[in-house]
C-alpha cells in the first residue's frame, strides 16, 4: 500500500515537471536573461518541492504556488548575484585610490552607502540595488516587485534622499 501511494506521488510530480518546465524556465528567463540561470532556478524549484512536498501547504493553485515560487527565486537570485558583484569589486561608486588617504576615504564613502541601504527598509533597499546595481528600469522593477512605477519612483526618492542625508551629515558632499 505504502509503494502505491509513492509511485501515485512520483507520477504526479513527473506530470508536473512535464506540463511546467519548460514554461517555468521562460519565465526564470524573462527575469534573469540566463538560459542556464533560468533553468538551474527551474531545477532547483523541482528539486525542493519534491523534498519538501509533505510539508508543503497551497492554499491557492498549483500553477499560481509555481510561479509565485520561481517569481521570488529569480529576486533573490538577482539581489544575491548584484550583491556578489558590488562586495567583489569593493565598492559602490568605483572610485580610483591614487593615495592612501584615497583608499580610506573611498573605504569610508562605502562603510556610509552600505550602513545607510542596510538601515533602509527591505522594499526601498531592494528597489535602489535592483536600479543603480542591477541596472534595471523603474519599469522592469515595478514588474519584478509587482508594485506600481509610481512606488518605485517613490522607493527610489526616499533612498536617494537618504543616502544624500547622509553623505552630507558625514561631510562627503556638501548640502
Known amino acids: 500500500m505504502h509503494s502505491a501511494k509513492k509511485d501515485d506521488d512520483l507520477r504526479k510530480f513527473?506530470?508536473?515537471?512535464?506540463?511546467?518546465y519548460e514554461p517555468l524556465c521562460r519565465y526564470a528567463y524573462s527575469f534573469v536573461l540566463d538560459a542556464d540561470e533560468a533553468e538551474e532556478i527551474v531545477q532547483e524549484f523541482f528539486y525542493q518541492f519534491w523534498l519538501k512536498r509533505?510539508?508543503?501547504?497551497?492554499k491557492f493553485s498549483m500553477k499560481s504556488y509555481m510561479y509565485r515560487s520561481i517569481r521570488n527565486r529569480c529576486i533573490r537570485f538577482l539581489q544575491h548575484k548584484k550583491?556578489?558583484?558590488?562586495?567583489?569589486?569593493?565598492?559602490?561608486?568605483?572610485?580610483?585610490?591614487?593615495?592612501?588617504?584615497?583608499?580610506?576615504?573611498?573605504?569610508?564613502?562605502?562603510?556610509?552607502?552600505?550602513?545607510?541601504?542596510?538601515s533602509l527598509p527591505s522594499r526601498i533597499r531592494?528597489?535602489?540595488?535592483?536600479?543603480?546595481?542591477?541596472?534595471?528600469?523603474y519599469k522592469e522593477i515595478a514588474k519584478l516587485l509587482s508594485v506600481?512605477?509610481?512606488?518605485?519612483e517613490a522607493d527610489m526618492g526616499k533612498a536617494l534622499?537618504?543616502?544624500?542625508?547622509?553623505?552630507?551629515?558625514?561631510?562627503f558632499i556638501n548640502k
Open 83 to 118: 550583491l556578489e558583484d558590488m562586495y567583489s569589486s569593493q565598492n559602490v561608486l568605483s572610485l580610483s585610490a591614487d593615495t592612501p588617504q584615497d583608499e580610506l576615504d573611498r573605504n569610508q564613502l562605502n562603510e556610509v552607502v552600505q550602513e545607510t541601504l542596510k
Open 126 to 137: 531592494r528597489t535602489f540595488l535592483l536600479s543603480r546595481v542591477n541596472g534595471l528600469k
Open 161 to 171: 534622499l537618504e543616502l544624500r542625508t547622509q553623505l552630507v551629515r558625514r561631510g
Open 14 to 20: 513527473e506530470q508536473l515537471f512535464k506540463s511546467y
Open 148 to 152: 506600481s512605477i509610481k512606488t518605485v
Open 54 to 58: 509533505k510539508k508543503i501547504s497551497i
